[in-house]
């Protein structure tokens, strides 16, 4: 837990600039999504909770979801506002918190590197929380866009991949058999780790990806992206 913080998402890092870049969106969706009243935050494998400190003070209440108590117990240190809520890793789906008014419910870094029965049940809770297109919006990374530079380098490198990957069509079928779509997508790094990791390739790394992630269609080849989508009843 203390490496992922201090070393995954260490200042400069690759990660630490998606992160940024993140934030900076989520917080212009939830002010245009929510402009009259401030939704109740259900962060689903939060985690450490940096998704909720990522949205503090744009949202009505978080609550906070992690089968890890040591994972919540790291989120809860690290000044989280929110209540934690540990859930069971099988069973019946985890049920939301009541609450009422518009919902946000967000998973990060969940969906690429679980196995299909996991991605369901998240979707299943998600389904749980937001039950018409009335209650909000459901907001899911993919940290390893299939159709991405970095596919395309491995393959050309060694004829085969070395790590996870969805598509985005894998994305918007888990989520249209749960009742969502897909309203919006956004990419948040074009390049690799390797880019970030030379200090003499990194500002080059953090400009390109600031710019080119702003292009329209950029998100169909970026390595890290965010979807919205909002149930289609």
């Keep these: 837990m203390d490496k992922y913080e201090h070393v995954t998402y260490a200042p400069g890092t690759y990660a630490w600039h998606i992160n940024r870049r ?8 939830i002010r245009r999504a929510f402009p009259d009243l401030r939704p109740t935050l259900h962060d689903f494998a ?8 990522n949205l503090d003070g ?14 919540l117990a790291k989120a809860a240190e690290l000044g989280t506002e929110a209540d934690l809520h540990t859930v069971a890793t099988g069973g019946p789906v985890p049920q939301p918190v009541a609450t009422d008014g518009p919902a946000l419910v967000t998973m990060f870094r969940l969906l690429l590197n679980v196995d299909d029965d996991v991605r369901e049940r998240a979707l299943a809770f998600a389904a749980r929380a937001l039950p018409n ?3 909000g919006l459901l907001v899911v990374e993919n940290h390893g866009n299939r159709r991405s530079l970095r ?7 060694t004829g085969r ?3 996870a990957e969805l598509s985005h069509a894998q994305v918007a079928r888990l989520l249209r058999r749960h009742g969502f779509e897909v309203v919006a997508r956004r990419g948040f790094s074009m390049l690799t780790p390797g880019w970030y990791d ?3 390739l990194r500002p080059f790394a953090r400009t390109a990806d600031g710019l080119a992630c702003r292009l329209p269609g950029s998100a169909g ?3 890290n992206v965010v979807y919205v989508a909002r149930r289609t009843a």
């Design 161 to 163: 991949r070395w790590f």
């Design 22 to 29: 993140q934030r900076v969106y989520l917080r212009g969706l």
């Design 221 to 223: 080849w970026a390595v």
């Design 151 to 157: 596919h395309l380098r491995a393959r050309r490198h």
């Design 198 to 200: 030379r200090p003499l």
């Design 58 to 71: 744009l949202v009505w209440y978080a609550h906070g979801y992690d089968t890890s108590p040591d994972m």
């Design 46 to 53: 939060c985690g450490t909770g940096r998704a909720i400190r």
């Design 133 to 135: 297109a009335e209650t």
